[in-house]
C-alpha cells in the first residue's frame, strides 16, 4: 500500500455503465481508497469530454495507452485491479493475452504479478451464450482473477444496462485487498 491508502487501478472498457465511472472514482474514494483511472481507447473516447474532470478528480492523469518506453510511470504501484465494466470484447482479449491496450495489458500482467484483480462484465445475453465468453472466464478464473457474473445482462440490442452494480465492484475490490494483506 501507498501511505495509509490503498490504491485501485479502475479499468473502464467500451461498455455504457463507464459513462457513470465518475460515481464509482467518488464511491472509492469515500471508502478510502486511492484511484488511478485507466480506459480503454473506445471509453476514452466516450468521455473524452470529461477527462480532465476525471483527472482532478483523481489526481493523476487517466491512461488510455501504454507508456513511452523509458518514460517514467506517474501511478503508484496498484494494491488492487478492479476491471469494471468490462465488456465482452476485453474480457475475451484479457483471457486469450491479446494485450495490444494497456487496460488490457495491465490486467494480464497484474494477474502474473498476484496484484489481486477483480472484474464485473457487462455483457448482453446474446454475447453472453457465444461458446468463448464461457471459455474466458473459465481462462480467467484458473488464473487466479475474481470475474463477478451477476445479472448485468441486457436483451441483445439494448443500450441499457439497468442494475450495473458499482458498489459490488467496489466491495469485491475491497475483499480482494483484504485476503491479499
Keep these: 500500500m501507498t501511505g495509509d491508502q490503498p490504491v485501485l487501478y479502475l479499468f473502464g472498457t467500451g461498455a455504457q455503465p463507464v ?6 472514482v467518488e464511491q472509492a474514494q469515500a471508502d478510502g481508497w486511492r484511484v488511478c483511472l485507466g480506459l480503454t481507447p473506445t471509453a476514452a473516447g466516450w468521455l473524452h469530454p470529461y477527462l480532465a474532470g476525471l ?3 483523481t489526481g493523476a492523469p487517466v491512461r488510455a495507452h501504454y507508456k513511452l518506453p523509458g518514460q517514467e510511470d506517474v501511478w503508484p ?6 476491471l469494471a465494466p468490462a465488456s465482452f470484447n476485453t474480457v475475451n482479449r484479457w483471457a486469450l493475452g491479446l494485450t495490444d491496450t494497456f ?3 495491465y490486467a494480464a ?20 451464450a457465444h461458446p468463448q465468453y464461457a471459455r474466458s472466464l473459465e481462462t480467467l478464473h ?12 441486457t436483451a441483445p440490442g439494448l443500450d441499457d444496462t ?19 494483506v
Design 109 to 128: 500482467e497484474a494477474l502474473g504479478r498476484g496484484i489481486p484483480t477483480v472484474a464485473l462484465p457487462c455483457v448482453n445475453s446474446a454475447l453472453a
Design 103 to 105: 487496460v488490457v495489458g
Design 55 to 57: 483527472e482532478a478528480l
Design 77 to 82: 504501484t496498484a494494491d488492487v485491479v478492479l
Design 142 to 153: 484458473a488464473a487466479g482473477a475474481r470475474v463477478i457474473t451477476p445479472e448485468t445482462m
Design 19 to 24: 459513462l457513470t465511472i465518475t460515481s464509482a
Design 162 to 180: 439497468p442494475g450495473f452494480d458499482w458498489p459490488l465492484a467496489l466491495r469485491e475490490a475491497r475483499l480482494a485487498l483484504t485476503r491479499e
